[in-house]
């Protein structure tokens, strides 16, 4: 039979409200009284029920995030900086994957609130409106993180994925580069994949490149439609020098399309993108990548959450976290 904290208090010869308070630390115990009851516990094998003790202070210690890809490796080192931090605050995480389905995510968002979570992460997807209204039935913080919706309404933690775009694109362009294609991400995802487009036309403007739309491919941010969107441009007539992917599952894509063919990466393809997950440094040649800071992201907007929860000050809800442009092998000179 389950024990109690009935059982516990008899054992210990304490009423139940002293066993209560032990359990949850409540320094207003005598160390002796303290020690029974702990001894008690040991004894009966007690393991205090985290529902009801959610239910009596209205706190269940435990935080949902909602994450649209699990099998993604940039959301999995995003997740071990939020865990991380949860771990110091003492949070639970439940973590819950949605396959990137919006109907899956709303689904999601609204069974974690159902579990009396302290706080939500939302992680990495499209914010739409439909998000929104889901958001506007919880009472409790609700932090975006590796995204933001666009009126700003909730506290965020992201970089600045239009810049990073740009310095991508530049980096091709201080290299001598003039005929850029992209890969791009849905241009339905203002937060990223809209920015990072948004960032390449810019800096083709900015260096005076006329923009070519036969020069744009949209993906899916997989490493699969990045091998379909590089057979497309090889098979131009007049072929791009460079190429810039929003990803870099979509660039390794890009680069195994153009080894398939018998060419060579950096000599007749250069190739930069967005992300630098582990596999950037792994591919061959190994890829220059603009780096999110991924474990940072996690950790920041988790401590975020904390402060909302406890009710702290927060000066900046909205935070942008610095991006790194990490130049590898996959990048030359046009005319080298």
Same mark, same amino acid.
């Given at each position: 039979?389950?024990? %109690?904290?009935?059982?516990?208090? $008899?054992?210990? #010869? ?18 002796? %009284? ?12 007690? $393991? ?6 959610? =239910? ?13 890809? +699990? ?9 071990? &900086? ?20 919006? @109907? ?33 039935? /919880?009472?409790?913080? +609700?932090?975006?993180?590796?995204? /933001?919706? @666009?009126? &700003? ?25 003039? @005929?850029?294609?992209?890969?791009? &991400? ?6 990223? !994949? ?24 949209? #993906? ?32 390794? !894509?890009?680069?195994?399309? +153009? ?10 393809? /250069?190739? +930069? ?8 440094? *792994? ?18 907007? *988790?401590? =975020?959450?904390?402060?909302? *929860? ?19 092998? /996959? ?6």
């Amino acid at each position: 039979m389950t024990v %109690t904290i009935y059982d516990v208090a $008899r054992e210990a #010869g304490v009423s139940m409200a002293t066993v209560s308070r032990v359990v949850n630390n409540n320094p207003n115990v005598k160390p002796q %009284t303290r020690k029974k009851v702990y001894e008690a516990i040991e004894r009966l094998g007690y $393991r205090p029920n985290a529902v009801a003790r959610g =239910l009596a202070s209205k706190k269940t210690t435990t935080v949902g995030v909602v994450i649209p890809d +699990i099998s993604n490796s940039i959301f999995a080192e995003i997740a071990r &900086g939020i865990e991380d931090i949860a771990n110091m605050y003492h949070y639970n995480i439940i973590l819950c994957n949605a396959d990137k389905r919006k @109907e899956k995510e709303i689904r999601v968002i609204n069974t974690l609130l159902e579990k009396q979570v302290d706080g939500l992460l939302f992680m990495g997807g499209t914010v739409t409106d439909e998000h929104i209204l889901a958001f506007q039935t /919880s009472s409790v913080p +609700i932090v975006l993180c590796a995204t /933001s919706d @666009e009126k &700003g309404t909730y506290p965020s933690v992201d970089i600045d994925h239009e810049a990073a775009a740009f310095d991508a694109v530049n980096t091709l362009i201080r290299h001598g580069h003039r @005929e850029i294609a992209m890969i791009s &991400g849905t241009l339905q995802d203002p937060a990223n !994949g809209y920015a990072r487009f948004h960032g390449y036309k810019k800096a083709l403007e900015t260096a005076g490149i006329e923009y070519q739309e036969d020069l744009v491919r949209i #993906g899916n941010y997989r490493y699969e439609s990045g091998v379909e969107a590089m057979k497309y441009f090889l098979g131009l007539k007049k072929k791009p020098t460079a190429v810039f992917a929003a990803t870099d599952e979509m660039a390794i !894509g890009a680069i195994h399309s +153009i080894q398939d063919e018998g060419l060579k990466v950096p000599d007749d393809f /250069s190739v +930069i993108s967005v992300d630098n997950i582990r596999m950037a440094s *792994m591919v061959r040649p190994l890829l220059t990548t603009v780096a999110q800071p991924m474990y940072d992201l996690g950790a920041v907007a *988790m401590r =975020l959450l904390t402060k909302l *929860m406890k009710k702290e000050t927060v000066e900046n809800p909205r935070v942008i976290l610095p991006h790194e442009t990490i130049l590898r092998l /996959s990048v030359n000179h046009v005319n080298e």
